[in-house]
């Protein structure tokens, strides 16, 4: 079995989360210099993902 790696850019996994119902809020650093993501989901709650975090959902919700 083989295993195909997929990527995709940090702006594409914003569409594809601003198309599943993620509004994105804003975005900031850290002290480690590590980027993160504020999204609002439409049921009203928060959720702060990770760069890596961002694009394995992203994938997830496109697949």
């Given at each position: 079995?083989?295993?195909?790696?997929?990527s995709i850019t940090?702006?594409?996994?914003?569409?594809?989360l601003e198309r599943n119902g993620y509004q994105l809020l804003r975005a900031y650093y850290d002290?480690?210099?590590?980027?993160?993501?504020?999204f609002k989901l439409e049921g009203g709650a928060d959720v702060?993902?990770?760069m890596s975090s961002l694009r394995g959902?992203?994938?997830q919700l496109n697949a």
């Open positions: 079995m083989q295993t195909k790696l997929v940090v702006r594409q996994a914003l569409r594809i002290t480690d210099q590590c980027r993160y993501y504020v702060t993902l990770s959902l992203a994938l």
